[in-house]
């Protein structure tokens, strides 16, 4: 992945000590900016809703690829916790919110388990086709069991109670909302440190060379195996962000497009970066609608074409550009202190 | 086993081998190799290209599982076991061609080789923070290698690979270092230098050494003993003086190296 | 199980299999010489299918008698071999090999995501049927079993005669024995003065013609619609992981353990049906991960 990765790696030798500051702030004011669209703009809450739901999706994609592993069926996870959060709220119906993000989780927790025990003995090619036969597999199921999963119309997710209430549509679309900005948050926040601690950093290793890994005393596969359970489960929360707030779950939450699009949005953000995966996902979901008017036929036509310029041309994606803005005015004054997290 | 054990109490050796077999193709790499490593002393194997020196230590780290034979550490069976679990037992190996992680940077490569001793699992505390920094440091500085800490290692010379290659496998703290030409890619003029440190380092830690060479300038001064390897067997073992001075390997090994 | 439905599941297996080897053939031939694996093969096999449908529809109704749609069928493949696989080799992956796997993958799934819309854009989402080739062969009865010619007889030879035709073809003519060479070892064949860039394009046309075949060959048996290309590129990787990437023989093998696990599941378990191809790899693959013909090899350090 040598060529998607200059911004994946922790170097800190080219940020200077006036980055870390600059970029906190911008991150700060973004935020803010975010959580203030319901009284801005409130006709874009429900898009950039979604948008956030993806980007935690595309964040555990993004985790993947910092180990050079790409997969094309992270969608599965996704999909499997939008389902759990539907098989319960059918079952108890009124749940509350936080329950059915739990059982979610859970839900994307042990399947991800599953799969990645089985999965990590790959790298490459056979990692990310065996991730898209086991997508397919549940898709599959998700159509043929219609008695169960109602097949390709899907079941509906109702309304979840929040604290024991049972609230409104406007307000429950808040609530939300406003999740899924302090999820994104606060799991961005997470996956920076993860990346930046002992278990990340050898997580990251196995890109580079799983020959010291294992003369090091520590399992290859067990370090693949934790990365692949965070994306798991950071797949999960944005299913089920996703679920709660569009109410009806399909089969196309696993469909193969829906990976692809996953990964699509972790290389246009920036191959590696936590960031790149929110920016990324705002972009894509915002282009989208409004190009759907004109361009809904070609859409995955000109995904594909952009994912192409951007691998052969800006490998670093938009954060890359970013970076390489940034530092070309931050090389000017001298570097210092290594900052990890990016 | 135990039939062949004789009845003597002492302290079974550091490494053992016995009847090593492995082959390639047709090739034999190992030939019945019988070997019993002690605790304390470095030791050198020197050998023609192709003797089989860089299987051995492939095979008594568990890299390589031989078709017949047997490797002991202090007396226990390793052979089944994977290199990482060997690793764990305290057999600690640097490579010929260095294995290190290229996108991070010299001290970072020392600082992941601690906390995989250490078992770190905080995922909430940066790397660059563990309690073992000084310490990595301290290796770094042992080295040579302080003022390159904070560089990328694909940014880094061959000779100073070799030396953070052999420094993270010293971070693990093993009892045993095998090492496949540790001077290779240094400068000729500084061999002998970084020689002296590293001898001088495992001797401070106790580490017991094993070390493959071509140089035998470094083995003359730096080996306790010395194995000469030929067609995949040990053909001599000795101190360096007595190997150095036979006429067979003058005549197979060192005529080689002259060559 | 009767022994009609043995045999009906018997046959429908074997036909199924002749299809999937086809397309497993070509995409285990680029990854056996190219080390890349070309997500795009199963858009390629699609619109394999999509054009004999079109030129066979299109001939039928200028009045030509139904058996011309067998020299369509190869001369789809071949169009499909040459105007998309060459352009695809030639523009794209020329100037990928020497980066790593994973975006090798990236890049040929991109293609696969725009040849996914080419075909909506050019035929539509409405299924397509066109079974002339079929009926013009007739049937046939084995054991009081009817099956169709095409299906039983034809495709089976079909496969087999592509996987002779493969072996001759790589170990006894010159060009098959470059491009063997240059599988071995590129930079030994290219000091030798073999053009691997050529070896590399014919090669890649070569897998591009097998998968349009595939889908040409596929299109009298069942509905041309969007989303068979998806499935097959899984399916053909299905069979070719669990022989052994790049393993040709072991292809023809699993193609037949799968056609046949599956085609006696529809009869037994229909809803499970489609899984059992992917079962079959996860089983295979969890007690050899190098495949079933595969060979295993230590990294040297």
Same mark, same amino acid.
């Given at each position: 992945?040598?060529?998607?990765?200059?911004?994946?790696?922790?170097?800190?030798?080219?940020?200077?000590?006036?980055?870390?500051?600059?970029?906190?702030?911008?991150?700060?004011?973004?935020?803010?900016?975010?959580?203030?669209?319901?009284?801005?703009?409130?006709?874009?809450?429900?898009?950039?809703?979604?948008?956030?739901?993806?980007?935690?999706?595309?964040?555990?994609?993004?985790?993947?690829?910092?180990?050079?592993?790409?997969?094309?069926?992270?969608?599965?996870?996704?999909?499997?916790?939008?389902?759990?959060?539907?098989?319960?709220?059918?079952?108890?119906?009124?749940?509350?919110?936080?329950?059915?993000?739990?059982?979610?989780?859970?839900?994307?927790?042990?399947?991800?388990?599953?799969?990645?025990?089985?999965?990590?003995?790959?790298?490459?090619?056979?990692?990310?086709?065996?991730?898209?036969?086991?997508?397919?597999?549940?898709?599959?199921?998700?159509?043929?069991?219609?008695?169960?999963?109602?097949?390709?119309?899907?079941?509906?997710?109702?309304?979840?109670?929040?604290?024991?209430?049972?609230?409104?549509?406007?307000?429950?679309?808040?609530?939300?909302?406003?999740?899924?900005?302090?999820?994104?948050?606060?799991?961005?926040?997470?996956?920076?440190?993860?990346?930046?601690?002992?278990?990340?950093?050898?997580?990251?290793?196995?890109?580079?060379?799983?020959?010291?890994?294992?003369?090091?005393?520590?399992?290859?596969?067990?370090?693949?195996?934790?990365?692949?359970?965070?994306?798991?489960?950071?797949?999960?929360?944005?299913?089920?962000?996703?679920?709660?707030?569009?109410?009806?779950?399909?089969?196309?939450?696993?469909?193969?497009?829906?990976?692809?699009?996953?990964?699509?949005?972790?290389?246009?953000?920036?191959?590696?970066?936590? *960031?790149?995966?929110?920016?990324?996902?705002?972009?894509?979901?915002?282009? *989208?609608?409004?190009?759907?008017?004109?361009?809904?036929?070609?859409?995955?036509?000109?995904?594909?074409?952009?994912?192409?310029?951007?691998?052969?041309?800006?490998?670093?994606?938009?954060?890359?550009?970013?970076?390489?803005?940034?530092?070309?005015?931050?090389?000017?004054?001298?570097?210092?202190?290594?900052?990890?997290?990016? | 086993?135990?039939?062949?054990?004789?009845?003597?109490?002492?302290?079974?050796?550091?490494?053992?081998?016995?009847?090593?077999?492995?082959?390639?193709?047709?090739?034999?790499?190992?030939?019945?190799?019988?070997?019993?490593?002690?605790?304390?002393?470095?030791?050198?194997?020197?050998?023609?290209?192709?003797?089989?020196?860089?299987?051995?230590?492939?095979?008594?780290?568990?890299?390589?599982?031989?078709?017949?034979?047997?490797?002991?550490?202090?007396?226990?069976?390793?052979?089944?076991?994977?290199?990482?679990?060997?690793?764990?037992?305290?057999?600690?190996?640097?490579?010929?061609?260095?294995?290190?992680?290229?996108?991070?940077?010299?001290?970072?490569?020392?600082?992941?080789?601690?906390?995989?001793?250490?078992?770190?699992?905080?995922?909430?505390?940066?790397?660059?923070?563990?309690?073992?920094?000084?310490?990595?440091?301290?290796?770094?500085?042992?080295?040579?290698?302080?003022?390159?800490?904070?560089?990328?290692?694909?940014?880094?010379?061959?000779?100073?690979?070799?030396?953070?290659?052999?420094?993270?496998?010293?971070?693990?703290?093993?009892?045993?270092?095998?090492?496949?030409?540790?001077?290779?890619?240094?400068?000729?003029?500084?061999?002998?230098?970084?020689?002296?440190?590293?001898?001088?380092?495992?001797?401070?830690?106790?580490?017991?050494?094993?070390?493959?060479?071509?140089?035998?300038?470094?083995?003359?001064?730096?080996?306790?003993?010395?194995?000469?390897?030929?067609?995949?067997?040990?053909?001599?073992?000795?101190?360096?003086?007595?190997?150095?001075?036979?006429?067979?390997?003058?005549?197979?090994?060192?005529?080689?190296?002259?060559? | 199980?009767?022994?009609?439905?043995?045999?009906?599941?018997?046959?429908?297996?074997?036909?199924?299999?002749?299809?999937?080897?086809?397309?497993?053939?070509?995409?285990?031939?680029?990854?056996?010489?190219?080390?890349?694996?070309?997500?795009?093969?199963?858009?390629?096999?699609?619109?394999?299918?999509?054009?004999?449908?079109?030129?066979?529809?299109?001939?039928?109704?200028?009045?030509?008698?139904?058996?011309?749609?067998?020299?369509?069928?190869?001369?789809? =493949?071949?169009?499909?071999?040459?105007?998309?696989?060459?352009?695809?080799?030639?523009?794209?992956?020329?100037?990928?090999?020497?980066?790593?796997?994973?975006?090798?993958?990236?890049?040929?799934?991109?293609?696969?995501?725009?040849?996914?819309?080419?075909?909506?854009?050019?035929?539509?989402?409405?299924?397509?049927?066109?079974?002339?080739?079929?009926?013009?062969?007739?049937?046939?009865?084995?054991?009081?079993?009817?099956?169709?010619?095409?299906?039983?007889?034809?495709?089976?030879?079909?496969?087999?005669?592509?996987?002779?035709?493969?072996?001759?073809?790589?170990?006894?003519?010159?060009?098959?024995?470059?491009?063997?060479?240059?599988?071995?070892?590129?930079?030994?064949?290219?000091?030798?003065?073999?053009?691997?860039?050529?070896?590399?394009?014919?090669?890649?046309?070569?897998?591009?013609?097998?998968?349009?075949?595939?889908?040409?060959?596929?299109?009298?048996?069942?509905?041309?619609?969007?989303?068979?290309? =998806?499935?097959?590129?899984?399916?053909?990787?299905?069979?070719?992981?669990?022989?052994?990437?790049?393993?040709?023989?072991?292809?023809?093998?699993?193609?037949?353990?799968?056609?046949?696990?599956?085609?006696?599941?529809?009869?037994?378990?229909?809803?499970?049906?489609?899984?059992?191809?992917?079962?079959?790899?996860?089983?295979?693959?969890?007690?050899?991960?190098?495949?079933?013909?595969?060979?295993?090899?230590?990294?040297?350090?």
């Amino acid at each position: 992945m040598s060529d998607l990765s200059q911004n994946s790696s922790s170097r800190g030798a080219v940020n200077s000590g006036s980055m870390p500051s600059m970029r906190a702030l911008l991150t700060l004011l973004a935020v803010l900016l975010l959580a203030a669209v319901p009284f801005i703009v409130p006709s874009m809450q429900l898009l950039i809703n979604l948008a956030l739901a993806k980007g935690l999706a595309v964040l555990g994609v993004t985790v993947l690829l910092r180990a050079g592993q790409v997969s094309f069926g992270h969608a599965l996870f996704f999909g499997i916790s939008a389902y759990a959060g539907a098989f319960l709220t059918a079952s108890l119906p009124g749940a509350d919110i936080i329950l059915v993000l739990i059982a979610g989780v859970l839900g994307a927790a042990i399947s991800g388990l599953l799969v990645g025990l089985f999965v990590v003995r790959y790298r490459g090619i056979f990692f990310g086709m065996l991730n898209l036969a086991f997508s397919m597999i549940f898709w599959s199921i998700l159509e043929k069991f219609y008695h169960i999963t109602g097949g390709a119309d899907g079941i509906r997710l109702t309304r979840p109670s929040v604290l024991g209430m049972a609230l409104e549509r406007d307000s429950f679309e808040a609530v939300v909302f406003y999740l899924s900005v302090v999820l994104m948050v606060g799991l961005g926040w997470f996956t920076l440190r993860w990346f930046a601690s002992p278990v990340g950093q050898i997580f990251q290793t196995i890109k580079t060379n799983e020959t010291r890994l294992e003369y090091l005393g520590l399992s290859p596969k067990r370090a693949l195996l934790s990365g692949y359970l965070l994306s798991a489960m950071l797949c999960g929360v944005g299913g089920s962000l996703m679920a709660m707030t569009q109410g009806v779950v399909t089969p196309e939450y696993v469909w193969w497009v829906r990976s692809a699009e996953m990964v699509f949005i972790a290389v246009l953000g920036g191959a590696g970066s936590v *960031r790149g995966a929110f920016i990324g996902a705002l972009i894509y979901e915002i282009v *989208r609608v409004y190009a759907s008017a004109f361009a809904g036929d070609i859409w995955q036509l000109l995904l594909g074409s952009f994912l192409l310029v951007i691998i052969l041309f800006a490998p670093g994606g938009i954060m890359g550009i970013v970076d390489g803005l940034m530092g070309r005015v931050s090389r000017k004054q001298h570097a210092t202190a290594p900052e990890d997290a990016r | 086993m135990t039939a062949l054990k004789k009845p003597d109490t002492a302290r079974p050796p550091l490494l053992e081998t016995r009847d090593l077999l492995i082959k390639f193709g047709g090739v034999t790499a190992a030939n019945n190799v019988t070997m019993q490593i002690e605790a304390g002393k470095n030791l050198a194997i020197i050998g023609p290209n192709g003797a089989g020196k860089t299987t051995f230590l492939n095979i008594c780290t568990g890299w390589l599982k031989p078709h017949k034979g047997k490797v002991f550490l202090e007396g226990k069976d390793i052979t089944p076991l994977p290199p990482r679990k060997i690793v764990r037992r305290g057999v600690a190996r640097a490579f010929q061609i260095p294995q290190l992680f290229t996108e991070h940077t010299a001290l970072e490569n020392l600082l992941i080789s601690a906390a995989a001793r250490e078992g770190l699992r905080n995922p909430l505390q940066n790397l660059h923070t563990i309690s073992q920094r000084d310490e990595m440091m301290h290796l770094l500085d042992l080295v040579h290698c302080t003022d390159v800490a904070d560089r990328v290692v694909v940014e880094l010379s061959e000779g100073q690979r070799k030396l953070i290659d052999i420094a993270v496998a010293l971070a693990l703290k093993p009892r045993l270092l095998l090492m496949d030409e540790p001077t290779s890619g240094v400068a000729s003029s500084q061999k002998h230098e970084v020689m002296e440190i590293l001898v001088g380092a495992l001797s401070e830690a106790g580490v017991t050494s094993v070390f493959v060479e071509h140089d035998m300038g470094i083995v003359e001064r730096h080996a306790d003993e010395v194995a000469v390897w030929n067609a995949g067997n040990v053909q001599l073992r000795g101190t360096p003086r007595e190997i150095l001075e036979h006429p067979d390997v003058i005549r197979d090994v060192i005529g080689e190296e002259v060559a | 199980m009767d022994l009609t439905i043995f045999l009906l599941a018997l046959f429908d297996g074997i036909s199924y299999a002749a299809l999937v080897f086809i397309v497993a053939l070509g995409l285990t031939l680029i990854f056996g010489v190219m080390r890349i694996l070309n997500v795009a093969h199963g858009s390629l096999y699609a619109i394999g299918a999509y054009a004999t449908v079109s030129l066979t529809g299109f001939l039928l109704s200028l009045g030509f008698a139904p058996v011309l749609s067998f020299p369509l069928m190869l001369i789809s =493949a071949v169009l499909v071999g040459v105007l998309l696989g060459g352009p695809i080799e030639w523009l794209l992956l020329r100037r990928i090999y020497d980066k790593p796997e994973v975006l090798q993958l990236l890049v040929t799934f991109a293609v696969f995501m725009i040849l996914e819309d080419v075909q909506r854009l050019v035929w539509g989402t409405q299924p397509y049927f066109q079974a002339s080739a079929l009926q013009a062969l007739g049937n046939v009865t084995v054991f009081g079993v009817t099956y169709t010619v095409y299906q039983l007889i034809l495709l089976p030879i079909v496969a087999i005669g592509l996987l002779l035709g493969l072996r001759f073809f790589l170990r006894h003519t010159v060009i098959g024995k470059l491009i063997l060479a240059t599988t071995e070892d590129r930079e030994a064949a290219q000091s030798i003065g073999i053009d691997a860039d050529r070896v590399f394009l014919f090669t890649f046309v070569v897998g591009a013609v097998l998968a349009g075949l595939g889908g040409a060959l596929a299109s009298p048996t069942t509905s041309i619609l969007p989303g068979m290309g =998806a499935d097959m590129i899984v399916l053909s990787f299905a069979v070719v992981a669990t022989a052994g990437l790049g393993q040709i023989e072991g292809a023809a093998v699993t193609a037949l353990l799968i056609g046949l696990g599956r085609s006696f599941a529809v009869y037994v378990w229909p809803e499970v049906a489609v899984l059992v191809p992917y079962l079959i790899m996860v089983l295979v693959l969890l007690v050899r991960p190098q495949g079933l013909f595969g060979t295993s090899v230590a990294r040297k350090i």
